[in-house]
């Protein structure tokens, strides 16, 4: 609860100076309201769009790039809900006057410039939304919804503008496209992002690969437990799809080299299996602080998958201070990365144990591997896997009386 002060103060700021700003005086009810929710629309857009800058230092302050994330959806499905509401409002103003007139302010075909563009605002919203409530929509799809997002913040300042508002009255808007030149330049061209170069390429189990990057400049300063954001681009042989995606850390060398460990989960990411030495790259981050918290007590971790690496990342920084017990499960034999570099972690640390299970498709045996005892009580828990096995092991351990407190978790469902 305390990680999300920041973004409800930034929230309320972003969206209460817009209706203070342009509160309307001497106005009926209806229309009074169809001015507020215009602003309040405007106002919860431009909360949104700030939440997709990806500056590493803009997510520490505001709880974590995936907590922004998840913010960013839910105030883009309450900003559309509200300006929906605006029409509305002005139509049920009008109908005090005669009916038809409020026929006229829905219909698109009746009303001059200021209502076509209103509408064509809110058709690519309404489009552009559907990427955040269709969570199968493939990359593709959701990334050219996600641009027509940014058309109807256009489209909502040219409606602004031709309703012959004061320039003064435009600066929400205006600022929202601020945000989105900010994030295109910054994050989706890379200008933010250094530059790194593959220096070895290892397959660790199936449709795995666990890729070392050298810095060409300034290294970052990451932590175990951190994820960044990487671009890969062209080599001797290999020519990159040259979008970001998130990978989570697995080892972070003295020098500043990195490695990260990349499944193969869409297009680009299966292409990243045929990585080779020399192509080039550009790092965005570090963003996250899983596992980074003051833990003085024994805990317990549990990885899925590639969920394992940010915990091979910390036991490649050295052994930990206190007990820790991995339970590192996946689907099959062929699905087991880095089983016997843990196991020679187990054999050399004294405070880490290990446990690993096949579990193939079937729901984790979890009552079987943690039983119930009282030490379990006072765990700290790090979970980091599928948004489904996080799922069903925070509701295990909820179930045996762990509080929310010592449960972390780490998934990998958001773009």
């Not at 970001?244 to 299966?270: E, N, V, W």
């Not at 119930?372 to 896997?385: A, D, K, P, W």
Request: proline share 6%; net charge neutral.
């Amino acid at each position: 609860m305390i990680r999300t002060i920041p973004l409800a103060l930034v929230t309320a700021l972003l969206v209460g100076v817009p209706i203070y700003w342009a509160f309307p005086d001497g106005l009926s009810g209806w229309r009074s309201a169809a001015i507020v929710m215009g602003w309040a629309g405007c106002g919860l857009l431009l909360a949104n769009l700030f939440l997709v800058i990806r500056e590493s230092w803009l997510a520490k302050q505001l709880g974590g790039l995936e907590q922004m994330y998840v913010w960013h959806h839910r105030l883009g499905v309450v900003a559309y809900l509200v300006l929906l509401c605006h029409p509305l409002a002005l139509a049920l103003d009008s109908w005090n006057e005669h009916p038809s007139l409020a026929r006229a302010v829905l219909d698109p075909w009746q009303q001059g410039w200021p209502g076509w563009l209103g509408w064509l605002a809110l058709l690519c919203l309404m489009i552009g939304m559907n990427s955040a409530l269709t969570p199968r929509t493939s990359y593709s799809t959701w990334r050219w919804q996600h641009w027509l997002l940014a058309i109807a913040i256009v489209f909502s300042v040219a409606h602004l503008f031709v309703l012959g508002l004061d320039f003064a009255l435009l600066w929400s808007p205006f600022l929202a496209i601020g945000f989105i030149v900010w994030r295109v330049v910054r994050a989706d061209w890379g200008m933010a992002a250094k530059p790194f170069v593959v220096s070895e390429v290892n397959s660790p189990a199936k449709d795995i690969v666990e890729v070392l990057l050298k810095p060409l400049s300034h290294a970052i300063q990451a932590r175990p437990g951190q994820f960044v954001l990487a671009a890969f681009h062209d080599g001797p042989h290999f020519r990159g799809c040259r979008e970001f995606h998130p990978f989570t850390i697995s080892a972070i060398r003295q020098d500043g080299a990195l490695s990260l460990g990349i499944k193969a989960l869409g297009d680009c990411t299966r292409h990243l299996q045929t990585l080779e030495s020399g192509v080039s790259a550009r790092i965005q981050g570090p963003f996250g602080d899983f596992l980074s918290e003051n833990i003085s007590t024994s805990s317990l971790w549990i990885a899925g998958g590639i969920g394992i690496t940010p915990f091979l990342a910390r036991l490649r920084a050295g052994p930990p201070v206190h007990p820790v017990r991995l339970i590192y499960l996946y689907r099959t034999e062929q699905d087991a990365a880095f089983i016997q570099e843990l196991q020679g972690f187990e054999r050399s640390y004294p405070s880490f144990s290990l446990t690993c299970k096949v579990g193939g498709s079937a729901a984790p045996p979890f009552s079987e591997m943690i039983p119930e005892t009282r030490e379990l009580l006072s765990l700290n828990c790090f979970l980091c896997g599928p948004p489904g096995l996080v799922a069903a092991a925070v509701n295990y351990l909820t179930a045996q009386g762990v509080s929310g407190d010592k449960i972390h978790f780490e998934r990998f469902d958001f773009r």
